[in-house]
């Protein structure tokens, strides 16, 4: 008989029921849900047009992996598992300090209440988050506040931590591979954040205040 006496353990793949209450966020491509066997990781799923992003995400993550960069500010990838609604790409989840998942940056500076409490962690979460990104040569596209969370400590410390839209689209990603060009791309890439908050929230009158004293630029 073919192959008898091979005896191999047929692989088995888990596939991950991922239930709609598990659901953390979701933006215009994806969906995230907590891990379901792991609650410091999340898994996030391509609902609409977003295969091409997802490649790009996964191969940079690959590239920062064999540099060996530190991941203080940046959630670590852990591969992609079957998802009962499609392939999902595993990451650490970010949860403030009390337990609860973190908040984007979005949500803090939409309201005047919450940025007044936590003005001065998410104030200097942001300085580091660009020390950070600058010291590790760390590339992105286009940097929002709803992609990056705020990891609350507590009300004057936190970190700010950039979960979407890492990479270098470039078709000779000089950027990635040279720090004086990665550099001057994150320069641009960070001035045009600061003017999206300055365009974006024009009446948090606090947040503004930081952006033209010492903030930032
Ligand atoms: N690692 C994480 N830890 C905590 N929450 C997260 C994490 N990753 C994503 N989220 C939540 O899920 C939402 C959607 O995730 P993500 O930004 O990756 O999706 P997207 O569809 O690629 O976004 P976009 O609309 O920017 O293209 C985030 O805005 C955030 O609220
Ligand atoms: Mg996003």
Redesign the pocket.
Known sequence: MPGAGKHKTPMVTKMIELKPEAM???????E?YVHPDNPNR?I?VVVLR?EE?TRREQAYYKFLQKRQITWEML?QFYGVEPTSIGPGAV????RDANGE??K?FEYYFESADLTAQNIEGLISALQALKTYLFSQNIITMSI?P??I?YQRQDEHTGTAVI???IGNSDAIPLASYCRTFGKIKMTRKWHKFIALLQKDYPENSLLQAQLANKLVK
């Open positions: 953390v966020g979701k933006g215009l491509h994806r995230c999340c996030k977003g992003e959630p990451f650490d989840l970010v998942v973190g984007t929002k709803k992609n969370i979960i979407d839209n």
